[in-house]
Each structure stands twice: as C-alpha cells, then as structure tokens.
C-alpha cells in the first residue's frame, strides 16, 4: 500500500457489513443521551443514511426509540435549534431487566435493574436461615415475587439473572460445594430451581467474586486492573480480578483465604463450624475473643451474626479509648496482615479493597492493618474501604446478569468492560 493511501476500506457480505455498522449505532446510543442522525454519524464515523439504515433495525428489534427534541428553542443537548424540530433516537434500556441476587445464612437481597444498569427496585429479607436448603430457596422464590410486584414488572421481562452465594462454586454447573454457613445449600441446584420459574439463564457465583466485579464496575476500584476484594466478616475470603478478568481457580476456590494457615498450624483443616485457620484468628468471634468478651451489650439485628455484633461493641469501644478493646484490634490487625502479605508479594495489586462487616469499623481499622502490612510487603499498598456496603454482592450480580445478556442478545461493536 502507498504511504498517501487512505484507510482501507472494510469488505464483506452485505449482512455482515449492517450488522457491524448497527452494532457501531447501537455502542454509540447505549452510552449517551437521545442523539440525532447527524450526532451518530459523527460519534461512528458512518454516513448518515448508513445511521439511518441502522437505527431503523434497532427500533423495529426493540432496542431503540424516536423521541422529538425538547424545548421551543433549543435541542435536548442544550443547543440553538434552527427549524423544525428533529427526531432523536435514544436506547431502550427497559427493553429488558436483570435481576442480581445475594443469598447469605442472614439475608437475600434481590436487585432489578434495567438494561442500561440503573437500578429499578430492591427487596431485602432479614432472617437467620439456618433450616434447610428448601427453606432458604422457598425464601428466594418469595423475596424475587415481591420485588417484581412491586416493579410491576413481568417475569418474561426478566432476561437474565445471576445470584451470589456462599461457598465454592462450580464454573461450569453453577453447583455450590462446602458452604457450611447454610446448612444443605449443596444440594440445591439454583441453575435449574429458578430457571424454571423466571424462564431465562441463571447464573451462581460465588458471593464474593460478585463484589470485587461490583467494585471494578460501581465502586471504589473503577478502571483499576487487579483488585483483590476481602470480604470480613464472621468469615472471611477474597474475589480476585487480575488483569481485568475475574480470577476463579482450576477448581473455584482462588480466594479463599481463611483456610490460609501462617501461624504455625498443622493444617488447615476446618473446625466445627466450619472455620478454617486464618478465619479463626480474625474473623468477627476472634475479635470479641482478642478483648476477652464483648465490651458491652450490642443492639441487636437480626441481620448481623451475634459474633459481628460483640466484634461492632469491640471497635466502639476501642474509639472510645478502651485500652483492652483497642489492643484486641492491633492484634487482629497484625493476623490479618500476615494473611493478606503472603497473597499482595503473590499477586501486586493495585488496590486492596475491604468490605463485609467488620470493615465498617472504618478508617482507624484500616490504618491499623496498613501499618502491619507494611513492613511485610517490598511497596506499601493500596488500601480502600468497600464504598457499596453490603449491597456490592447483588451489584455484582447485576453486573453479571447484564453480561450474560450483551454476550447473547444484545448487538456490540466493542467488547463490553468487566466481564467476568
């Protein structure tokens, strides 16, 4: 090819070239406001009886709309309209719904959002689900009736769902295995359980490999490459994306840093309760246990573990100037400094992020476990607390859903960020 020789020219079969231009319109429509022919043309480089050609198709699949110009003198955008006024085409983002849930041993939360990620509606259930698997997925069956209720939003409208769970969980049949905070969830088979009743794809995950995804896409570690999310709690474990791909394991258990054994311990087999050896020296009944008993008594909620509770009377005490509950948390501190040492020389991320419940103890925490880390680590690292709280498993499950429906229904001319 010549140097002066313009751009060479895209070749192909005519269907082939309208859906590569009609999936061009449709990025630029998903990511902005109502726009006009002339604009699209613009943002993709495409002629304007091209964009036409394109957004007619979308209109008649559903995925956008025509919508008049707003104003008597001005366009939607805000500028000087000369004329009669212009048709401008917008996406549908309630074309479809998603719906993203977080299904723990003391809530479900179930989120619907919209195509475009906006978030519709919420339910949430408060209760201590320690009867059977059935018991906790006729509460799941209920809690996704409710939302949609109250939504006034059909089941067929639902396109997608994906749910966060405890435990590990198996990529390729979504079956969960060793989930000792649920008594007989292994045995329940979500895949099949709601897809029968939404009738569309259902998606499991692991709990806290939803939240770093939520995290990369909603939350403090936006446009951050490798993250390593630890969720601390009763228990406690960590979502890995690395290079931008969540990172689940050869057997989908990357993360799971309780079991961690850096104390000297013989194994790490786990207790009673499940518990394996780093979660007994952290986790939130480790805590109470650091100050000698909890410091005094906890408002309840049927929410938390009684174990979070006397661990929150811990570090209260402890901004109030208790010297016990205070020493309690430096040595918690230091324990999980040296958990998390081994995984940040490991892996170098970029940011470390902490959520569950003991991380509301907030910044004071957070200091404390920095000045642990550090001298363990060749760099000092990045550490942020959670900004989505406890709803960043269902966020991630959103996030999730929303994939699962660009990679199947929706035209896309680029790839689609933070996809699992």
């Excluded at 979660?279 to 410091?295: K, M, N, Q, W």
């Excluded at 959103?398 to 689609?416: G, K, M, Q």
Aim: with cysteine; charged share 20%; glycine share 12%.
């Amino acid at each position: 090819m010549s140097e002066d020789a313009g751009p060479a020219e895209v070749t192909g079969s005519p269907a082939l070239l309208r859906e590569i231009n009609c999936a061009k319109v449709f990025t630029a429509l998903r990511g902005g406001p109502a726009q006009r022919l002339t604009e699209l043309s613009a943002r993709t480089g495409l002629s304007r009886p091209t964009v036409a050609q394109a957004v007619t198709q979308l209109v008649e699949g559903g995925w956008a709309e025509y919508a008049e110009e707003t104003g008597a003198g001005e366009t939607a955008a805000g500028r000087p309209r000369i004329g009669r006024p212009a048709r401008l085409v917008r996406f549908r983002g309630r074309a479809g719904y998603v719906l993203g849930i977080d299904i723990g041993p003391h809530k479900i939360l179930a989120v619907l959002a919209d195509l475009t990620g906006d978030v519709v509606a919420k339910r949430r259930r408060d209760d201590h689900f320690a009867g059977s698997g059935e018991e906790v997925l006729t509460a799941v069956r209920q809690t996704i009736t409710d939302l949609l209720n109250t939504a006034r939003v059909r089941r067929e409208d639902v396109w997608s769902v994906a749910v966060g769970t405890p435990g590990i969980v198996e990529e390729r049949t979504g079956a969960v295995r060793m989930a000792p905070s649920l008594p007989g969830w292994h045995r329940i088979r979500l895949t099949g359980a709601l897809g029968r009743s939404l009738r569309c794809p259902v998606h499991v995950e692991n709990d806290v490999n939803l939240a770093v995804l939520a995290e990369r896409w909603r939350g403090v570690a936006v446009g951050v490459h490798t993250v390593v999310f630890v969720q601390w709690g009763a228990r406690i474990g960590a979502g890995l994306i690395i290079g931008d791909r969540l990172h689940r394991g050869a057997g989908g258990m990357a993360g799971e840093i309780g079991y961690l054994s850096v104390f000297g311990e013989a194994d790490i087999d786990s207790d009673a309760a499940g518990l394996g050896p780093l979660e007994r020296l952290v986790g939130a009944a480790a805590i109470s246990s650091a100050a000698g008993s909890p410091p005094g008594p906890a408002a309840p909620r049927v929410d938390r573990r009684p174990e979070e509770l006397d661990a929150a009377a811990v570090f209260a005490a402890a901004r109030d100037g208790d010297a016990a509950a205070a020493a309690a948390v430096d040595t918690v501190a230091q324990r999980l400094a040296r958990g998390l040492s081994a995984l940040l020389l490991l892996l170098d991320p970029d940011m470390v992020v902490l959520g569950g419940g003991v991380s509301a103890a907030g910044e004071p925490l957070l200091a404390a476990i920095r000045r642990h880390l550090c001298p363990l680590t060749l760099t000092e690292p990045v550490l942020a607390l959670s900004s989505l709280g406890d709803e960043a498993t269902a966020l991630g499950a959103v996030r999730t859903a929303l994939s699962d429906v660009e990679r199947r229904l929706l035209p896309r001319a680029t790839p689609i960020p933070d996809v699992p």
